[in-house]
C-alpha cells in the first residue's frame, strides 16, 4: 500500500508507471499511446482555489454585463450573452439557444463550482463530499465549456459588424477575453493531482 502513490496508470491504455519527480513545464506522456500522464504542478492548492475565485468573479461580470453595443444613425444597441440567448429562441432557433446556454454558461458555471468545491477542502488535505463524483463531473464537462470559441466567434464578428455599425466592446467582452486567459492558465495545471494530496475523512 505504502508504494501505490508512486505509481501513475495511463487513463487510456491502462498502462503503469513508475511516478517520478517533474521539473517545471515537464509532461510526462504514455510511452505506448502518448497520452498526457502528469504535468508539473507549479500551481498550489491555494493558488488554485484563488484563481477559480477570480474566475468565478469574472464569470459573473461576463454574463450581467453587455458584450458589445452598436451604433447606427446615432441609435445605440447592446446586448449581453442572456439577451443573445432570448433573442435566438424568440427568433425559433432553440436548439442554437439552448446550446449556447449549457456550452456558455451551465457549464462552465458547473466547471467553477466543482473545482472551488473541491479545493476549498483540499486546503485541509481533504476530500469534499462526493470527492469522486465531482472529479469525474469535472473530466466529462471538460470538452463541453466552449468560452474560448466563443470569444473567438466574438471577435470575428465584431470585425465584421464594424462595417455597418460603430462597434463599441463592452465590459462583458473584456470579462470573456479575461476568463478565456484565466481558463487557459488553469488548464495548463492538472487537477488530478488532488487525488494524492487528499485524504479521505476518518470515519
Known amino acids: 500500500m505504502d508504494k501505490a502513490p508512486s505509481l501513475i496508470v495511463c ?3 491502462d498502462t503503469v508507471y513508475q511516478r517520478r519527480h517533474l521539473a517545471r513545464g515537464e509532461v510526462a506522456r504514455c510511452s505506448v499511446c502518448g497520452a498526457v500522464l502528469e504535468r508539473h504542478q507549479w500551481l498550489g492548492v491555494d493558488g488554485q482555489l484563488a484563481l477559480i475565485l477570480s474566475a468565478l468573479i469574472v464569470f459573473v461580470i461576463a454574463n450581467v454585463s453587455p458584450i458589445v453595443t452598436l451604433g447606427l444613425s446615432g441609435m445605440l444597441a447592446d446586448t449581453t450573452l442572456w439577451g443573445a ?5 424568440q427568433d425559433d432557433a432553440q436548439v442554437v439557444a439552448v446550446l449556447t446556454a449549457l456550452t456558455l454558461f451551465f457549464f462552465p458555471l458547473s466547471q467553477i463550482l466543482l473545482f472551488g468545491w473541491v479545493l476549498w477542502f ?9 470527492f469522486r463524483e465531482a472529479m469525474s463531473a469535472l473530466v466529462r464537462l471538460k470538452p463541453w465549456s466552449m468560452i474560448e470559441v466563443f470569444m473567438l466567434g466574438v471577435l470575428v464578428a465584431v470585425v465584421k459588424a464594424h462595417t455597418y455599425f460603430d462597434v463599441i466592446p463592452g465590459a ?11 481558463i487557459t492558465v488553469f488548464a495548463s495545471h492538472d487537477p488530478r493531482n488532488l487525488w494524492d494530496i487528499t485524504r479521505e475523512d476518518a470515519r
Open 11 to 13: 487513463e487510456h491504455c
Open 122 to 130: 483540499a486546503r485541509q488535505g481533504r476530500r469534499a463530499p462526493g
Open 85 to 89: 440567448v432570448i433573442a435566438m429562441w
Open 172 to 182: 462583458g467582452i473584456w470579462a470573456f477575453g479575461f476568463l478565456t486567459i484565466l
